[in-house]
Structure formats: C-alpha cells, structure tokens
C-alpha cells in the first residue's frame, strides 16, 4: 500500500521516510520486477527491459549531472558528484547489455510505448532540473534506493546475455543516509525531498506497469 504522501517527513526524520517510501512504493515491491529478476524469466522480456531502462536511465546527462548543473542545493553538490560519478559507469553498463540483448522485441502498441518512455525520461528532467530546494535531492536519494532492485533485473539480464556484471560504485546506504538527514534541514526542505522522491518512484513503478502490459500483449 501506498503511504499517505502528506504525511510529514519530518515527524520521523526524513531518511527514514525515505526508507519507509521505498519500501512500500519502491520498484521491489510490484511484482513484475520479481518475475523478470527469476531464473526463468523470459528473454524477451528481458531484452524488453533493458531497452526500457536505457531509455529512462542510460542516456547522459543522467539526473544527478542535471541536478548539479542546476544548483538548487549547492549543499548537495558532492553527494551529487559521487552519484553522477557512479551513473557514468552504470550507463555504459546499460549500453553493453543493450547491444548484447539486440532488438526490441515484437510488440503490440510500440508507438505508445515510445512516447510513456519519452514522457517517463521528461518527468524525470523535470525533477532533477526543480529550482525548489530539495526536490532534486529527494529523487537522487530516491534513485540510489531504488537502484538496488533495478540492478538485479539488469543482473538477471547481464547473466543471460553474457555480458561482465562491474561493481556498483553508488555511494553507501550509510553515507547517503547521513547525507539525507544533513540535508532536510527545514520542513520545505524536507517536504520537496519527499515530494522528489515520491515522483522519482511513481516513474519506476509507471516503468515496470508498462513492461507487464508489453509482456501481456506479447503472451496474447
């Protein structure tokens, strides 16, 4: 169930909100990712997957670079750095298993598809280029929470089409914890964190509604 997005961050501090959010709207949670993170899963929809990923999260800049570049927390900005940093070589990852998985497959509806992917990446533009204090920041945190789960699709995938798995260079849990909290130092300031990070997880949650309609149609 999705948590009450007015609840207040700060009554409980707002990393673990964040924590609580991506519990229990974070990407681990909707099944399909499950089903594509199984041994069994389809190739296809494997291969369906990575291409969606490298449409929302494989094309530079990426939405830590956006945020930098924007400004609106310059408190941020080295957190920032390391996720941009890491990003750069999860991209590249993305890029390998793309090519490696080869062609989209046949789907019903890939014009629609093409433009939620498209409206997906804009959303996320959006977030990461916010002039309110906090909301880039809430979707980086959110991001880096998610990651984890996104990774072991990509995981699942790299397996199967037999590309190298690198080490993820993400920033730790403990130091973006840390960081979070140093951070949503006013009560707008934590609600744009939030407000950031809950959007940043509606997209993927959006992402992974997509993927099972597509393997659906594909199964029709």
Do not use: K, Y
């Amino acid at each position: 169930m999705a948590l009450d997005i007015a609840e207040p961050a700060w009554q409980a501090g707002t990393w673990e909100f964040l924590e609580r959010l991506a519990m229990n709207d974070g990407s681990a949670t909707h099944p399909f990712l499950a089903r594509l993170a199984a041994a069994d899963a389809a190739t296809r929809d494997l291969a369906d997957a990575v291409h969606a990923i490298c449409a929302i999260h494989g094309q530079p800049p990426g939405l830590a670079d956006d945020a930098v570049a924007t400004g609106a927390q310059p408190d941020a900005a080295d957190w920032l750095d390391e996720i941009a940093s890491a990003f750069a070589g999860e991209r590249a990852w993305i890029a390998q298993l793309a090519a490696a998985a080869g062609p989209l497959p046949s789907t019903p509806g890939q014009a629609e598809t093409e433009a939620a992917l498209i409206g997906e990446r804009h959303t996320l533009d959006m977030l990461a280029r916010s002039d309110r204090r906090g909301c880039a920041t809430g979707a980086a945190a959110a991001l880096a929470l998610d990651w984890a789960a996104i990774r072991s699709v990509l995981e699942c995938a790299a397996d199967r089409f037999a590309v190298d798995i690198p080490v993820c260079r993400l920033p730790v849990r403990a130091e973006t914890a840390t960081t979070v909290a140093m951070l949503g130092s006013t009560a707008a300031t934590e609600r744009a964190i939030t407000f950031g990070a809950q959007q940043l997880l509606a997209q993927h949650r959006g992402l992974w509604s997509l993927l099972e309609a597509r393997a659906s149609a594909r199964d029709a």
